[in-house]
């Protein structure tokens, strides 16, 4: 599994990983800082406890010198060394030695290796220039070698004097490895220590974080379930603080609330809608059906008084056809405009032509100026749907007309689109009703039913068109459709 | 009733006198180990008994100091070398008392040491060398290296590198177990006490001549101590190896015992002191007077 960009890491991982960087860096920081001080201090009082030593020698052996008394000399340097026996001392005399002015030796603590009488012949060249340097002062000094090294040392050096006369130098060595384990092992605890606090540190970094980030996912993940539109079951983040995070979080929350009110409320407005639209469909019917009837009711009522007037009979049986057929007229719109969903039937985009000699015909003696343009391709075929909604617009616009009045039909293919244009130069629709203009059973003409344009609009929208109206009073009517044909281009 | 009491005074204050009475205080030098101070207490305590006084042992780094504190009357005995006891002073301030007797005889050498991994095998080897020696006043641990050298007509500054004294038989072993010095000389008695308790220094040491024997250090008596003491004191210690606690005393010296001896015994050592008196005066002890 590859281990993604940090950049997308989780923000509580990134702080908690920060947090434990810091924690661990200035931990190590800090351990060092202690264990080089601790190890400077006892390397300081190292040397100062070699310089003591030498001191200690110096106060006797000019005497000692003085009355040749060279084994006295060669005693006093290993009663020193040896100083505390079986303790094992706080210290560890690496060597020791008493040399005269010309760098002979009056005493070592070798002597097998530096016999005395002879000139002390420093080999390496570290110990050369602290030959040269042990010699060459006139007061107490100390010399350190090896640094950090567990190989280092130390050397008090005191020169000798017997009344103002240069008679030599002491010269006490004493190893720091003794220093080196104690800081070793004071690096180890502090290691120990730094440890313990990474990992505490840690763990209350990754807990603080992870608090602090919390109410951060949360809103993350609400935002999230807007996008994709669930906001019912959102659950309000849990406010603990009042800092930034937290005002966000109660921010976020009344967003929330307010969001999913107005998601219920447009619920509540859409089933309100439904429900007075369906109401306007029943009181519609009711009423369209209603009329006819209640004229239907009275002639058959008289026919029935008058079984054998056949005067009533001619009069009446018309009637009662006319009636009966506003009814069914009424039902098949009806029908239309509610079971359009089941429609799946092409035709050739021909048959869109076939309308214009139906509409002149329905209108020859209105003298109507039809003005006819089909400039799509001939082979195209569309759903039959777009037949019933251009005979309806052509309807509505001719009936809205005065006699003489002028309807003009346009239709070409934009793209992927069937663009209908179906304009008149008639009155215009008032600005006041046109949200209404679609409603079913809502109509300004005294015989209209209120279903055509209701019905051109519900077939739009199986379609997933676009139906738009352009109109202003005394400057005509436009009604302006595109649907999408891609699915239904002949194979 | 006074008279009582005048009788109790004089019966008292001879019991009184005896306690107050100075001690008797025994000079001891390096011709005996004398870090043991549990085995000095004892033996002042063994002296103390058969004596009936107070027995104090003073103890001095050189046989000079220890020959000073007799020259002074500030000690009545000492345990000193034969070279410092053969010394002509004027007047005499010592007596001879006692002989301790080592081994059967009271006689013991000088040995001439060095370290066991040196490759020096005859004292001429040492020519050049760095050399140990005991007590400027030691017969073994000074003048019978002067006599060795001085009869192939040396002298030790010229024929050592260097020279000094321990000023102590044991220190010049352990300066030469410790490769201090390339050779020492020490007395045998010490020598072969040290190889029985403090065998890892004799150890790291080889004798490379053993000289000829000598009369054995010897205790002295100053002059003028009360006659009664001294042959109390003479009496005592020869008789030590006849009761049980003096044979674990001398045992722990490592001794036969203590006899009496005469002044012949130190002729050995009076020919060398002449000898090396005549050839350099610079080594001798300057008389005491």
Known sequence: MPIPSPRSWPLSIKLSLTITTVVTVVGFMIGTVMVVQDWK????????????????????????????????????????????????????VITAMILDPEGRVLAHLQPAENPMGLHFSPDKGVEQDLFIRALGTRTPIVLSSGGYSRTGFQEGVVPLFSDQKYMGVVRVRLSVSQLYEKAKSTAAIVLVLILFFVIIGSALGTIVSRRMVKPLTAVTQGLEAVGRGEMTDFAPIPVKERDEIGRLSVTFNQIMAELAEKKMLEEEIAMSEKLIALGRITAGVAHEVNNPLAGLLNCVDTLRKHPDDKKLIDRYLPVIDQGLHRIKDIVHNLLVGLKIE????????????????????????????????????KNLNIPGKIEQIVYNLL????????????????????????????????????????????????????NGSGLGLWVVYRLVQSMEGIIEVISEKDQGTTFHVAVPIITTRAA | ????????????????????????????????????????????EYLEHKIDRKVEFVLRKSYREVMDLLDTGDIEFAWICGYPYVQIRKPEFLQLLTVPVYRGAPRYYSYIIVHHKSPYKRFSDLKGKLFAFSDPDSNSGFLYPLVLLAEKGNKPETFFRQTFFTFNHAETVQAVSEQVADG??????????????????????????????????????????????????????????????????????????????????????????????????????????
């Open chain 2, 184 to 289: 020492g000389a020490v007395d045998s008695y010490i020598w072969e006490y040290l190889a029985v308790f403090k065998p890892e220094i004799t150890e790291k040491t080889r004798i490379i001549k053993k000289s000829p024997g000598f009369g054995f250090p010897p205790i002295v008596s100053r002059v003028g101590v009360n006659r009664d003491t001294v042959k109390l004191m003479k009496d005592t210690l020869e008789n030590m190896n006849q009761d049980s606690t003096g044979k674990i005393l001398l045992d722990r010296l490592k001794l036969d015992g203590f006899g009496h001896f005469p002044d012949s015994l130190f002729n050995e050592i009076r020919a060398m002191a002449n000898r090396i008196q005549r050839s350099d005066s610079k080594y001798t002890m300057s008389p005491i007077d």
């Open chain 2, 1 to 44: 009733m006074r008279l009582i009491y005048l009788v109790l005074f004089f019966w008292i204050t001879p019991t009184y006198s005896a306690d107050t009475e100075a001690s008797i205080r025994f000079g001891l030098t390096a011709v005996v180990l004398t870090e043991n101070l549990r085995f000095l207490d004892q033996w002042s």
């Open chain 1, 395 to 446: 309807k509505n616009a001719v009936e809205i007309l005065p006699d003489g009045g002028r309807v003009a039909f346009h239709m070409h293919q934009s793209g992927q689109h069937l663009i209908i244009e179906v304009s008149d130069n008639g009155p215009g629709i008032p600005s006041n009703i046109r949200n209404q203009l679609f409603d079913p059973f809502f109509t300004t003409k005294i």
């Open chain 1, 41 to 92: 201090r006892f390397h300081d009082e190292l040397g100062e406890k070699a310089l003591l030593l030498s001191e200690s020698i110096a106060i006797t052996a000019p005497k000692a010198i003085l009355r040749n008394d060279h084994w006295s000399l060669y005693l006093s340097l290993k009663n020193m060394a040896s100083r505390r026996p079986g303790t094992g001392g706080n210290h560890q």
């Open chain 1, 342 to 377: 089941e429609s799946q039937e092409t035709v050739n985009i021909e048959h869109v032509d076939k309308l214009y000699d139906l509409i002149a015909a329905e209108n020859r003696d209105r003298n109507i100026d039809i003005i006819w343009k089909n400039n799509t391709d």
